[in-house]
């Protein structure tokens, strides 16, 4: 059943899928912290039109993809500081995905099309793609970590990051930035529409699980690094698509963490505050 | 007469399928138009978001079993609705990520069933009907229903809108004067799931937030009481998705394929513009 697993063109699929999800563990770890959740959401899907949109004009999928990212991380950065930030984001991601409709709904190849787009397709990835998602990773994590501690200052107790000169506009766009990036790569794999569970599920289980930042980013990894290779390997094995796996494991993991917070005693996820501290330490 | 001719084009009024969805989505426009108008002002419209994603769930599996996707909406809705509730009763970060976790695994559910239809019955459009929608496509057998859950949901929102109207636009004092606040916001959360079905049967699961929240947040900004912002998100949305059928009607004349652009498509964008319009008249009539 299983035979066929690592020959020829699933390498390439292993690892783009495996750099794609510790930068979304990694990623997601301050997309939780900084309750950015609207946004994780948001830049994912409206970079689904960025997908049928490249679709239709022929061109490859990471550059459609990669240019709605950027262009959605843009929006959100420049409407975001005004007030109604909810609402305007999900009129515009409404009206993105409409237009992706609308792309699709010109493609002659329509629903197969669709269906991979929104819940992922493991061997979308072609070795093309291998060399420019390596170098998109490497400077998404990169940018995590030089930012580390500006972003969780910033994260955790803006007017403290204010007073040491961050400037909280530049920060956020540049967070913003690595979501994109993190998008852009995850969501040929995952599906537009899953995107968000792999950048949400690893890390908010890790915070149940310890208090301390890096750490906790590196559980965030590692746990979206078990989720991509079971996904793909059970995905592989019952021809089921691969966002049914990847959202399941994303509860399986936060339903854990929660009842274990809950067996220690734990009043569940670290305060802002006791962050902070260990993050100017 | 000849540009009215080139607007309506010949058989628009006949057509039954065109009333039909002429008649669903006025209603669902006038039954998101007080949901939503409470939804903005309360600052949910990521619940209202997240559970139009998790009635594809629903959608998925009506189409997999073969019932209207209607009441696979709603239930999920209903469903989704308890299950926040359930989940993140105390607060409002953690509730986030709650909802954000539970809304992935009913997308990821909803394709597993959409995988098992195409597979079970050879069919392909379903996945494109339950995110993308298809007005065209509601059945007249679904009408009745279509008016029975709107008058519900509008029942419960007028049976709740004294009390639901203080929590939303001061929660202290109607905190302070303690009227069974949780059972106005069960009340509310019912209504919103209803409401988002209703919308995500017009113009799909995943883009039923514009239906719900768009025309609220456009009325928001033009109208100074809640009563006048209702009737205004009701008369921008029945006409957002009355002109987003006539032009998907006569864009099946219209490039690249001749097959018809998206109804959705037209109903976004134009509760879209609606919305800036708006805004830009609010920020005119501020200044003024």
Same mark, same amino acid.
């Given at each position: 059943m299983l035979s066929g697993l690592f020959s020829g063109f699933m390498v390439d699929t292993w690892l783009q899928a495996s750099v794609m999800a510790v930068v979304a563990g990694a990623v997601g770890f301050f997309v939780v912290l900084r309750g950015s959740s609207f946004a994780a959401h948001a830049i994912p899907q409206g970079a689904f039109t960025g997908a049928a949109g490249a679709a239709l004009i022929g061109a490859n999928t990471l550059v459609g993809v990669g240019t709605f990212s950027l262009l959605g991380v843009v929006a959100i950065a420049r409407w975001g500081r005004r007030g109604q930030h909810d609402v305007v984001t999900a009129l515009c991601l409404v009206t993105v995905l409409g237009i992706g409709s609308l792309f699709l709904s010109m493609n002659t190849e329509y629903?197969?099309?669709?269906?991979?787009?929104?819940?992922?397709?493991?061997?979308?990835?072609?070795?093309?793609?291998?060399?420019?998602?390596?170098?998109?990773?490497?400077?998404?994590?990169?940018?995590?970590?030089?930012?580390?501690?500006?972003?969780?200052?910033?994260?955790?107790?803006?007017?403290?990051?204010?007073?040491?000169?961050?400037?909280?506009?530049?920060?956020?766009?540049?967070?913003l930035l690595s979501v994109g990036v993190a998008t852009t790569m995850a969501l040929p794999v995952v599906g537009a529409l899953l995107v968000f569970s792999l950048m949400i599920g690893p890390p908010a289980t890790a915070r149940f699980v310890t208090d301390r930042p890096a750490l906790a980013m590196a559980v965030s990894g590692a746990l979206g690094l078990i989720t991509v290779w079971v996904s793909i390997t059970a995905s592989f094995w019952s021809n089921w698509p691969i966002g049914f796996f990847v959202g399941t494991f994303a509860v399986v993991w936060y339903a854990t963490g929660r009842s274990l917070a809950r067996w220690r005693r734990k009043p569940g996820p670290v305060l802002p505050l006791e962050l902070a501290g260990a993050g100017s330490r | 007469?000849?540009?009215?001719?080139?607007?309506?084009?010949?058989?628009?009024?006949?057509?039954?399928?065109?009333?039909?969805?002429?008649?669903?989505?006025?209603?669902?426009?006038?039954?998101?138009?007080?949901?939503?108008?409470?939804?903005?002002?309360?600052?949910?419209?990521?619940?209202?978001?997240?559970? $139009?994603?998790?009635?594809?769930?629903?959608?998925? $599996? $009506?189409?997999?079993?073969?019932?209207?996707?209607l009441l696979g909406f709603v239930v999920m809705a209903l469903a989704g609705a308890g299950a926040t509730e359930l989940l993140g009763a105390e607060r409002q970060r953690g509730r986030d990520l709650a909802t954000g976790v539970l809304l992935g695994a009913g997308l990821g559910l909803s394709a597993l069933l959409l995988y098992l239809t195409t597979t079970a019955q050879s069919t392909t459009g379903a996945a494109v009907t339950v995110l993308f929608g298809s007005i065209f496509a509601v059945s007249s057998s679904t009408l009745p229903m279509v008016i029975g859950f709107g008058a519900t949901a509008l029942f419960l929102v007028g049976l709740v809108y004294r009390p639901l109207l203080l929590s939303s636009i001061n929660p202290d004092l109607a905190?302070?004067?303690?009227?069974?606040?949780?059972?106005?916001?069960?009340?509310?959360?019912?209504?919103?799931?209803?409401?988002?079905?209703?919308?995500?049967?017009?113009?799909?699961?995943?883009?039923?937030?514009?239906?719900?929240?768009?025309?609220?947040?456009?009325?928001?900004?033009?109208?100074?009481?809640?009563?006048?912002?209702?009737?205004?998100?009701?008369?921008?949305?029945?006409?957002?998705?009355?002109?987003g059928i006539v032009l998907a009607y006569d864009s099946y004349n219209w490039p690249p394929a001749q097959q018809g652009w998206p109804v959705s498509f037209f109903v976004v964008s134009l509760v879209l513009a609606a919305y800036l319009l708006a805004q830009l008249t609010g920020r005119r009539a501020r200044q003024a």
């Open positions: 629903s197969e099309q669709t269906f991979s787009l929104l819940f992922g397709e493991p061997l979308a990835v072609s070795s093309s793609d291998l060399l420019p998602t390596a170098l998109l990773g490497a400077g998404c994590i990169t940018m995590v970590v030089v930012l580390f501690r500006p972003l969780m200052l910033s994260s955790v107790a803006p007017e403290l990051a204010a007073a040491r000169g961050i400037r909280p506009a530049r920060i956020e766009l540049l967070f | 007469m000849s540009i009215l001719h080139a607007i309506f084009q010949p058989g628009l009024f006949s057509n039954s399928s065109v009333q039909d969805a002429a008649v669903v989505g006025a209603v669902v426009a006038l039954v998101c138009a007080p949901v939503g108008v409470f939804t903005v002002v309360r600052g949910q419209s990521f619940a209202g978001h997240a559970f $139009a994603d998790v009635t594809a769930t629903g959608g998925s $599996a $009506a189409f997999l079993l073969g019932v209207s996707p905190r302070a004067q303690g009227a069974g606040l949780r059972v106005v916001g069960l009340v509310y959360v019912v209504s919103l799931a209803l409401s988002v079905a209703l919308s995500a049967l017009t113009i799909g699961a995943i883009l039923s937030t514009a239906l719900l929240i768009g025309p609220a947040a456009a009325a928001l900004r033009l109208a100074k009481s809640p009563g006048r912002a209702i009737a205004c998100a009701a008369v921008i949305g029945v006409a957002a998705t009355w002109a």
